[in-house]
């Protein structure tokens, strides 16, 4: 089971995702570095994908975790480590996912980081956090949560350095008829 400290960035972190996250369809214009053409990633967040970005897992389903600690009925004594060791890089970053919707925010083609392939990459302007994402039929969904900012991710955070530049970010509720809420542009 986690521990008392890991308890509580998830419950920090869970704040953070059900106010600016959960439920709503980000989309990020970039500019691609080579042809020049404006390009867009479409990415959808729900309650389902929380739990795997803490690297946890849980006694029942991502969503049913989600509900728990919503409704502040969750024991640590449910929660354990993931068996891959992503925990604690991944609860060392998961406060950070602010700075994936800020200026200087950068999208990755697919690429792979150690034993993980994704498809597209959402990384911060510095190489301090990504997250990676898989394509789905109508858009991309979060597949992990990764920290680029220690010594041992430097040398294999090669797959983020080539990248290209978020000129927009807006975001939208999922099955909303409203305007997208522009959060950046440049």
């Known amino acids: 089971m986690i521990n008392q400290k890991q308890f509580n960035i998830i419950k920090e972190a869970f704040l953070i995702y059900e106010r600016d996250f959960n439920d709503y369809e980000f ?3 970039y500019r691609h570095r080579k042809s020049n053409k404006l390009l867009k990633l479409r990415i959808s967040f729900t309650a389902k994908n929380f739990m795997h970005l803490c690297g946890v897992t849980y006694k029942t389903r991502a969503t049913q975790f989600y509900r728990a600690l919503k409704n502040n009925r969750i024991s640590l004594k449910d929660i354990y480590p993931k068996n891959d060791g992503s925990t604690n890089q991944k609860l060392g970053v998961i406060s ?3 700075l994936l919707t800020s200026p200087g925010v950068r999208i990755c083609d697919k690429g792979s980081f150690y034993n993980l392939q994704f ?9 301090i956090i990504a997250l990676t994402c898989v394509e789905t039929p109508n858009n991309y969904q979060p597949q992990s949560l990764l920290a680029l900012n220690t010594s041992n991710q430097k040398r294999q955070s090669r797959a983020f350095s080539h990248s290209h530049e978020v000129i927009k970010i807006s975001k939208v509720k999922i099955n909303s008829e409203n305007e997208p809420l522009i959060i ?3």
């Open 27 to 29: 989309t990020y214009t």
């Open 119 to 127: 498809n597209k990459a959402i990384r911060s302007g510095k190489l």
């Open 184 to 186: 950046f542009e440049k």
């Open 96 to 98: 950070l996912m602010h």
